[in-house]
């Protein structure tokens, strides 16, 4: 079954797709209509599932089809041609993403229509700036050049944009950069990044604040039957939130009608970043502990904590799987607690699955943004765990990406022993 979208899609945009679509490597279904993507996306979940699942797979829309990213990263690249040039031939940077099938041949992208409004006037202004700067795109094989990433981030609800250009060193002039980039689209917050690494990674070892605010805001507005319950996020330049804003709203909110019906007291929140499944549920249950790897992440978590006013989340910064191990080590779980999980695309680590197969929580919510990883870890958990529901979010509308939300409940036999 396909929930029909309440879509609010500009009018220019329906029935259309990017001038860049085929060559990027980003969308792969635009030219898809998007009932269809559904459609597309709920058979495969079914295949996926079908050894532990045979009723219907409901996937709730995005409410946008188009705009709908709140964070793009942009990659600065030098340009490949169909002939190779002569070997003392500077190739021209380009900034944009990564050719479908060859993720070392960058596209010059003039905008990106999943993304935020304003993205061609933003890439046009830092390309020029680039030109007049006589600046150059880092080249991973002579490692010669500085520019080699433009991140941008946006919070939906707020407004509120944050730029942050990821170069090789320190710029010789970063205010005009700031000039360049507000008179294109006004940022809340900018910021030069410095890697020296060799890996192809949007990250940085030192962060310089060149304009604003350190961070921005997001605000969630999570379903719960007809009110809607009010959060709000920092969000730093490489904190984790999930891309979609509005679509992750209709996430959280499945996910709070579910441990609404679970009853449980205690809630470990595994992999539980800066905390928006934790607080999306927070006042349904007395203590949710909350354990992620990345300390930034539990930082925001308590600065966002308290922000909402939220008193009843403890966080704690070390590996999911060290985690389990030791609450296996001290003892069960309380009879009245519940797990969620959101773990990365690569699933649980084997000693995370092994510790909660000891722990044997009755009730396990378990977010998926790959879902064929959570069919493979199926074939441990199955062992002592049924799927009680099964559901979909779609995140990722113009992409074969959508996550799944499974309800494991223990099985009676298993109970028994």
Request: aromatic share 8%.
């Amino acid at each position: 079954m396909v929930v029909s979208p309440d879509s609010n899609t500009p009018l220019h945009l329906k029935n259309q797709t990017c001038k860049h679509f085929g060559d990027c490597g980003g969308c792969q279904c635009q030219d898809v209509p998007y009932q269809e993507q559904l459609r597309l996306k709920s058979a495969t979940l079914r295949e996926t599932f079908q050894e532990y699942w045979t009723g219907e797979i409901t996937i709730t829309p995005s409410p946008q089809v188009w705009r709908y990213r709140n964070r793009l990263d942009f990659n600065f690249g030098r340009k490949h041609y169909p002939e190779p040039p002569p070997k003392d031939f500077v190739r021209e940077s380009a900034l944009g993403f990564r050719r479908r099938g060859r993720w070392y041949w960058p596209v010059d992208i003039e905008d990106c229509l999943i993304g935020m409004e304003g993205n061609s006037h933003l890439l046009d202004a830092v390309r020029s700036w680039m030109y007049d700067q006589e600046l150059h795109a880092y080249d991973p094989r002579s490692h010669e050049g500085t520019l080699r990433a433009l991140l941008v981030r946006e919070g939906k609800r707020t407004g509120q944009r944050m730029v942050v250009l990821i170069t090789r060193e320190a710029l010789a002039d970063p205010d005009r950069f700031v000039e360049v980039v507000n008179a294109a689209s006004p940022a809340t917050s900018i910021f030069q990044g410095i890697f020296t690494g060799k890996s192809d990674i949007v990250a940085a070892d030192d962060l310089l604040l060149l304009h604003g605010s350190p961070t921005i805001d997001e605000e969630l507005r999570i379903p719960d039957d007809d009110a809607a319950r009010a959060l709000r996020f920092r969000l730093s330049p490489f904190s984790f939130f999930q891309t979609n804003t509005l679509a992750t709203e209709r996430l959280y909110g499945t996910i709070r009608a579910w441990v609404r019906n679970l009853g449980a007291s205690i809630v470990y929140d595994l992999y539980g970043g800066s905390g928006g499944i934790a607080f999306s549920c927070a006042d349904l249950v007395q203590r949710i502990e909350s354990v992620e790897s990345v300390e930034s992440a539990t930082h925001d978590g308590a600065h966002n904590a308290e922000v909402n006013q939220i008193t009843n989340v403890s966080f704690h910064t070390m590996n999911v799987e060290d985690y389990l191990r030791r609450l296996a080590e001290q003892g069960t779980l309380e009879s009245n607690a519940a797990v969620i999980l959101d773990p990365p695309r690569a699933g649980l680590h084997p000693k995370a699955i092994r510790a909660l197969l000891e722990l044997k929580p009755r009730n396990i919510l378990y977010v998926s943004c790959k879902p064929s990883v959570l069919a493979q870890e199926l074939k441990s958990l199955a062992e002592i765990y049924a799927i009680r529901k099964l559901w979909a979010v779609d995140l990722f509308p113009h992409t074969p990406h959508v996550e799944a939300v499974a309800w494991l409940q223990v099985k009676a036999s298993a109970e028994e022993g």
